[in-house]
Structure formats: C-alpha cells, structure tokens
C-alpha cells in the first residue's frame, strides 16, 4: 500500500519565479492538505482540497493557490517567490468519510527560494 | 484564533529517566494529535486522542487528553536514545485542519 508521496524532494529557485509541487495521497484516501514547514518551527497550514475544491484555507495570501485532479492527487503552485517562502511543504492526505481523523503526511519537498 | 503551545521546547535528558510534554491550546477541540519528527523527515503520526480523558500508549510513548483543562502530555518512560527526535502535538477542527505548536525537541544522552 503506497503512502503519501510527493514530488520533487528538492528545489532552488530564485525570487520571483514560479513553482509547483506535487501530491498523491495514500490509496483509498480523497483529501489533501498542504502545509508550510519554516526551519525551526511547526507547520503551518496552507489548504485543504476535497471533491477537487478547495475546502479550507489558511492565513496564506494568493500567491498559494491549488488544484485536486479527479484522482485525488494535488499539486500546490506558488507564485511571485520571496526569501521567506524558503521551506519544507508537507503534503497530508485523509479520508474525509469514517476514518478521518489521522491524516498522513508525506515525505516534503524542501524549497529553496535565492 | 487558536493558539497551541508545547513546552518544554527543548529537552535533554539521560537515557532510564521519565518526563513529561506538555500542550495546551487555547479552544474547544476534542481532536488531538501527536506526531515525530526526526531531522529533515517528514512527521509520522503517533496518536490520535478523540475525547476527553482519552489515554493511549505505545511503547515507552504515553499520551492522555483533558479536554476540560485544554490540555494534553506526552509522558515517556524509561527514555532511550532512539526517542530522541522533535515531537509535535496538534489540534484538528471539524475540518480537520491541523494547527501545530512549536515542536519540544528531545534529545536523549547515554
């Protein structure tokens, strides 16, 4: 049974650019989470997708935006990057009917932003 | 705006002792989580407390909730090197939205 992944592990790049991350969630599971790790501290939630909407957001201003594909998987896109958006992205799936309690996180990706 | 707050946030301590973590947060939740996280790793998910009173172990790891003090510990015993890591606590609201407290990172010494 696959868990969480996500892709790439790594990425650098430089401010202002653009970049996009990827999630699949853990089989059988319909909703992704994405949080900001910064080093140092805990996570920060980002959004939640379910039924390829988004559900819930965080104090995260637009540049962040999302998207759910019909197989559940997400990707999180980040626009405009600053120094500040230097960090680890964790991707959570759970399944929102019975069983929705833990959520899984996947392995990060590890942004870099010079 | 709901706040959750983990102290200590460091701990060292020797391998054989007990201690205890402690979180507070500061709204109604009847949703607790704790998780691990080793250096550069993801989290892995340790407990999931639903209710008030809720006790769960696994291993030298014991966690228990008091929804009524808002307030959950994580209390390890006899603690081994291999403990040694950061560990999370944090509250889910009915959408399961996590928020996060700092982190204790606990480092166990020979």
């Known amino acids: 049974d696959a868990g969480v992944t996500q892709s790439p592990t790594h990425l650098i790049k430089t401010r202002g650019q653009q970049v996009t991350l990827r999630c699949s969630p853990k089989?059988?599971?319909?909703?992704v989470s994405w949080y900001q790790q910064a080093l140092g501290q805990g996570p920060q939630f980002i959004f939640q997708?379910?039924?390829?909407?988004?559900?819930q957001r965080g104090n995260f201003p637009d540049r962040f935006s999302g998207h759910q594909f019909p197989n559940y998987s997400s990707e999180l896109n980040v626009n405009a990057l600053l120094l500040g958006d230097s960090a680890l992205y964790l991707c959570?799936?759970?399944?929102?009917?019975?069983?929705?309690?833990?959520?899984?996180f996947g392995p990060g990706t590890r942004l870099t932003v010079l | 705006e709901l706040k959750v707050e983990q102290n200590p946030l460091f701990l060292s301590m020797q391998e054989g002792k007990n201690y205890t973590i402690y979180c507070n947060y500061s709204?109604?939740?009847?949703?607790l989580y704790w998780y691990r996280q080793d250096p550069g790793k993801s989290l892995e998910s340790l407990f999931v407390?639903?209710?008030?009173?809720a006790v769960k172990q696994e291993g030298r790891l014991m966690a228990s909730l008091d929804t009524k003090a808002r307030l959950s510990t994580l209390h390890i015993t006899a603690a081994v090197h291999d403990l040694s890591a950061t560990y999370f606590c944090?509250?889910?609201?009915?959408?399961?939205?996590?928020?996060f407290g700092g982190g204790t990172r606990l480092m166990v010494k020979p």
């Open positions: 709204t109604t939740s009847d949703r």
């Open positions: 997708y379910y039924e390829e909407e988004e559900r």
């Open positions: 944090a509250v889910g609201d009915a959408g399961n939205m996590l928020t």
């Open positions: 407390l639903l209710s008030n009173g």
């Open positions: 959570a799936s759970s399944l929102t009917e019975g069983g929705r309690y833990t959520q899984y």
């Open positions: 089989s059988g599971h319909d909703t």
